[in-house]
T-cell receptor, first 113, second 115 residues
Framework: QQQVKQSPQSLIVQKGGISIINCAYE??????FPWYQQFPGKGPALLIA?????SEKKEGRFTISFNKSAKQFSLHIMDSQPGDSATYFC????????????FGKGTHLIIQP | ETGVTQTPRHLVMGMTNKKSLKCEQH?????MYWYKQSAKKPLELMFV???????ENNSVPSRFSPECPNSSHLFLHLHTLQPEDSALYLC??????????????FGEGSRLTVL
């Protein structure tokens, strides 16, 4: 049973546009929601994370929006650049610990010049 | 570099072979993980070691055997694998769950092909 559903599976955005990736979770006990970025031939790396006590977190061009009542969270990439082309994974965890991370299936993002 | 090194990067093996994947972390972490990454599937957590003790085994077949001799090294021993075991195997490390921010540091993975 997949506990974190991620969409879309793939996404093409023009340079300078906004990329939006959505995730929904089922377990209301989750209390830590990270996004990981993975480039070809590399392992995933933490991009940005949020805890459910805030509705939004912004780091540079990357923003997480969190809707606790809907059990949804999303990643927004503003002014998308070709260097942002990668696979993005949302995840959710219990107790803020890395050992409980449940990942989504991933979104393959392509930013066209 | 993430501080987590995996070898070999690529491995091709027959179903009757025995091989091992190696992971080494230089971050001073005390929790290590094996994940399996297959196309169009979520990252699958296989094993978790905390302070060199296995704390999680997510119903992984016995043909996969982990070993954590110390907090810096993690192995995944492979024997009599099946073609469906072909995947990217990722090692990760972190500080202990009671202290950390939930951040995993991944290696670049070992691409395994089972013929």
């Amino acid at each position: 049973q997949q506990q974190v559903k991620q969409s879309p599976q793939s996404l093409i955005v023009q340079k300078g546009g906004i990329s939006i990736i959505n995730c929904a979770y089922e377990n209301t006990a989750f209390d830590y929601f990270p996004w990981y970025q993975q480039f070809p031939g590399k392992g995933p790396a933490l991009l940005i994370a949020i805890r459910p006590d805030v509705s939004e977190k912004k780091e540079g061009r990357f923003t997480i929006s969190f809707n606790k009542s809907a059990k949804q969270f999303s990643l927004h990439i503003m002014d998308s650049q070709p260097g942002d082309s990668a696979t993005y994974f949302c995840a959710a965890a219990l107790g803020g610990g890395a050992d409980g991370l449940t990942f989504g299936k991933g979104t393959h993002l392509i930013i066209q010049p | 570099e993430t501080g987590v090194t995996q070898t070999p990067r690529h491995l091709v093996m027959g179903m009757t072979n025995k091989k091992s994947l190696k992971c080494e972390q230089h971050l001073g972490h005390n929790a290590m993980y094996w994940y399996k990454q297959s196309a169009k599937k979520p990252l699958e957590l296989m094993f978790v070691y905390s302070l060199e003790e296995r704390v999680e085994n997510n119903s992984v077949p016995s043909r996969f055997s982990p070993e954590c001799p110390n907090s810096s090294h993690l192995f995944l021993h492979l024997h009599t694998l099946q073609p469906e075991d072909s995947a990217l195997y990722l090692c990760a490390s972190s500080r202990l769950a009671t202290q950390n921010t939930g951040e995993l540091f991944f290696g670049e993975g070992s691409r395994l092909t089972v013929l």
